[in-house]
């Protein structure tokens, strides 16, 4: 890893961590550096001192896929939630690495369910799966809260969540063109049915109670073509994985 002055624009200093590297970034907290990798082992880094603090390696099960931390780890409150090639959600003592639980579906729903970056909303941490559904376990425990509909295509992309307490809203692009969205408290669809950002299938209704309007703009930020330029009513600005950005219009209220 290499640590850049960016006022110098040269390499201020570089320590060989001995790991394979991921194409997702890491994750920064205060002064510890959370390394992603394409291997079995989780490293914490300390800015200041320079040094590795602690790792966390990853089992294998006997028939179960090679265990690799790649995903951006997330920090909250104390804790470190990782995702595994192996399927597992970990959850970690940011200060010390132990591991304080652990999810996996049981029984596995497929091969390696979850693999991607997570996100806290309140006491929920919510992960997507390649078995096409959002998990939601309990921040404190790992206990299982809900599982999602089947959303159609393996979820590669971290949630977003907007909102709070009994009107959070859940936002998720599986593999495919299409925006779902679902509510926190207990998983199930907040919309009839899912956005089609490339026209494919019908849009649903929108949400109610906006206040504003949104347009698809594609990762330029001119505004998506007629098959994509569809409003929708939103309470928030919600940005979107890949190619989209929905943007907000201020609405009569707001």
């Not at 698809?216 to 073509?225: E, L, P, S, V, W």
Request: proline share 8%.
């Amino acid at each position: 890893r290499y640590a850049v002055d960016l006022a110098a624009r040269r390499v201020a200093w570089r320590r060989d961590l001995g790991m394979v590297y991921s194409p997702f970034s890491p994750a920064l907290d205060r002064t510890l550096l959370l390394l992603p990798a394409n291997d079995s082992i989780l490293r914490v880094f300390d800015l200041e001192r320079k040094e590795l603090v602690w790792s966390f390696s990853a089992s294998q099960s006997a028939d179960g896929p090679r265990p690799s931390f790649m995903a951006t780890p997330v920090v909250d409150n104390g804790l470190v939630l990782a995702s595994n090639w192996n399927g597992v959600l970990y959850a970690l003592d940011r200060v010390t690495g132990q591991e304080r639980w652990r999810y996996l579906p049981e029984p596995p729903l497929c091969a390696r369910p979850l693999v991607y970056s997570p996100v806290v909303a309140g006491d929920k941490v919510l992960v997507g799966s390649y078995d096409h559904r959002i998990h939601a376990v309990d921040r404190r425990s790992g206990t299982l809260c809900w599982i999602s509909p089947d959303l159609g295509r393996r979820i590669y992309s971290r949630p977003l969540v907007v909102g709070s307490g009994s009107q959070a809203q859940l936002y998720v692009t599986p593999d495919c063109q299409f925006l779902y969205a679902l509510h926190v408290e207990n998983g199930q669809m907040a919309w009839p049915e899912a956005f089609a950002l490339e026209g494919r299938g019908r849009c649903g209704r929108p949400p109610h109670g906006g206040g504003g309007e949104a347009e698809a703009r594609d990762h330029d930020g001119a505004t998506a073509g007629p098959r994509h330029g569809r409003v929708l009513d939103l309470r928030n600005e919600i940005p979107i994985c890949r190619r989209y950005v929905i943007k907000v219009h201020a609405g009569p209220t707001g």
